[in-house]
C-alpha cells in the first residue's frame, strides 16, 4: 500500500465550477501537507502548504488537512482554463527532510 | 535569478550506454534532490544532499550514482542504462529544515533503447 493515495482523474469541470481535490496517507508522523502544480512538461511548483490540521487560503486556493482522518483536501474557486495541470499533494516529516509524493490527479477546466 | 536549472532537457540512450544528468541552483540552498516521475507514480525520490558533501539514499537508488560537486550543483550518473530507467527526471533543491518547500528544475526526459 502506498503510503500516499491520490486519485488520478482526470477531473474535468466548466470554467468558473469548483474544483475539489484530496488525498488520503497512512503515515501519522507527516507534519506538513503541500499541494504542488505541475503544467504539462515543466516541474512542479509549490502552491501551498499547512501545517499540522486546519485550512489556509491563498487567493482562490484553499487547503484542508484533517489529520484524525488522514485526509487533505485542495479546492479552487471560480476555476479558470489556466488551472488546467496535474495537482501533485505531498507529505512531509522532519526526520529525514524529505517529501512524499501522491501520484497526482490532472485536472482540465473547459471554457 | 534562474532558479533550478537542469541539462540536457531531453536524452536517447541505448541500453549499456552511460551518461550524467547536471543540475545547479542558485538560491543558495543546502539541500538538493534527485526525483523520477513515472506515469500514475508520482515522483519518487532517487538520492538527496542534505548539504555539501553529503548524499543519501532514497526511495529508488539502484542504478544511479550522485555527485555534489559544490553547494550550488548536484549530478545524477546512469552507469550502465536500462529501459527500466525511462523516466522525466527532476532536480529539486530546498533549505535545510525546510524541506517541504522545495523548488523544482524543469526536467530532462530521458528514453533507454
Known amino acids: 500500500q502506498k503510503e500516499v493515495e491520490q486519485d488520478p482523474g482526470p477531473l474535468s469541470v466548466p470554467e468558473g465550477a469548483i474544483v475539489s481535490l484530496n488525498c488520503t496517507y497512512s503515515?501519522?508522523?507527516?507534519?506538513?501537507f503541500m499541494w504542488y502544480r505541475q503544467y504539462s512538461r515543466k516541474g512542479p511548483e509549490l502552491l501551498m502548504y499547512?501545517?499540522?490540521?486546519g485550512n489556509k487560503e491563498d487567493g482562490r486556493f484553499t487547503a484542508q488537512v484533517d489529520k484524525s482522518s488522514k485526509y487533505i483536501s485542495l479546492f479552487i474557486r471560480d476555476s479558470q482554463p489556466s488551472d488546467s495541470a496535474t495537482y501533485l499533494c505531498a507529505m512531509y516529516k522532519a526526520a529525514g527532510n524529505k517529501l512524499t509524493f501522491g501520484g497526482g490527479t490532472r485536472v482540465l477546466v473547459k471554457p | 535569478n534562474a532558479g533550478v536549472t537542469q541539462t540536457p532537457k531531453f536524452q536517447v540512450l541505448k541500453t549499456g550506454q552511460s551518461m550524467t544528468l547536471q543540475c545547479a541552483q542558485d538560491m543558495n540552498h543546502n539541500s538538493m534532490y534527485w526525483y523520477r516521475q513515472d506515469p500514475g507514480m508520482g515522483l519518487r525520490l532517487i538520492y538527496y544532499s542534505a548539504s555539501e558533501g553529503t548524499t543519501d539514499k532514497g526511495e529508488v537508488p539502484n542504478g544511479y550514482n550522485v555527485s555534489r560537486l559544490n553547494k550550488r550543483e548536484f549530478s545524477l550518473r546512469l552507469e550502465s542504462a536500462a529501459p527500466s530507467q525511462t523516466s522525466v527526471y527532476f532536480c529539486?533543491?530546498?533549505?535545510?529544515?525546510?524541506?517541504?518547500?522545495?523548488?523544482f528544475g524543469p526536467g530532462t526526459r530521458l528514453t533507454v533503447t
Open positions: 503515515n501519522s508522523a507527516f507534519q506538513y
Open positions: 529539486a533543491s530546498s533549505e535545510v529544515g525546510t524541506g517541504y518547500e522545495q523548488y
Open positions: 499547512t501545517y499540522s490540521s
